[in-house]
């Protein structure tokens, strides 16, 4: 098994290689990369539907994402460390750079929103160091967009790799947060108004401060 940085076996999965996520459960994940890769479905525009405003998608993967908030109106700017995933997502016709979410970024403090989908309040493996972050970047009274699990699952902080065939990534801090927890991280991060939402199979939240 060849050792390789997370962007080079992403990239790989990008392109068609299967590769699973180990450590996050104990049987390794399919990385759903055909779902990310497709036009945005009815649920994700759904998703974006809650973003107001200019909106900054963290982790915009290939863009499928920052394409559907363009197309409800948005300004919309993709970030991604992966810079196979940021050409992708320049490919739709949308604006994104490669950029880590804790770097400073374009706009900081300006955006009316900010997107965590996808499973991206994993990034970094602290949910709560992560929204102090994303709090700083959107403007007083702005909202953040987090999809999450859903019911029953529980706060998780790992490490995580990514394998294909032939290769695997060095390790990463990942983390997972479900609706159960989400009020009492997004307090810790300070946000004092939660609104979950269902949509259909999935579940997201919208954080703010001072807002109910």
């Known amino acids: 098994m060849i050792e390789q940085s997370f962007s080079e076996v992403f990239a790989s999965a990008l392109g068609g290689a299967p590769t699973v996520v180990v450590g996050l459960g104990d049987e390794p994940m399919a990385l759903p990369v055909h779902l990310w890769s497709r036009a945005a479905d009815d649920s994700d525009h759904e998703l974006v539907a809650l973003c107001d405003g200019p ?29 196979t995933a940021v050409a992708m997502t320049v490919d739709r016709g949308v604006a994104a750079m490669l950029r880590d979410v804790f770097d400073r970024l374009p706009g900081e403090g300006r955006w009316h929103s900010a997107l965590l989908a996808d499973g991206n309040i994993g990034i970094g493996g602290d949910p709560v160091r992560l929204l102090q972050r ?44 479900g609706v159960d927890d989400v009020r009492r991280v997004a307090a810790a991060a300070g946000f004092d108004g939660v609104r979950v939402h269902h949509l259909g199979q999935r579940w997201a939240a919208v954080l703010t401060e001072g807002a109910a």
């Open 134 to 177: 994303v709090r700083a970047v959107v403007v007083p009274g702005g909202r953040v967009v987090v999809e999450l699990d859903g019911p029953g699952s529980a706060v998780m902080s790992c490490w995580a790799a990514l394998e294909g065939s032939h290769t695997r990534s060095r390790p990463f801090r990942w983390a997972t947060l």
């Open 55 to 83: 909106t900054l998608d963290i982790g915009c993967g290939p863009g499928r994402l920052t394409e559907a908030l363009v197309e409800h109106g948005h300004l919309a700017l993709g970030i991604d460390v992966v810079p």
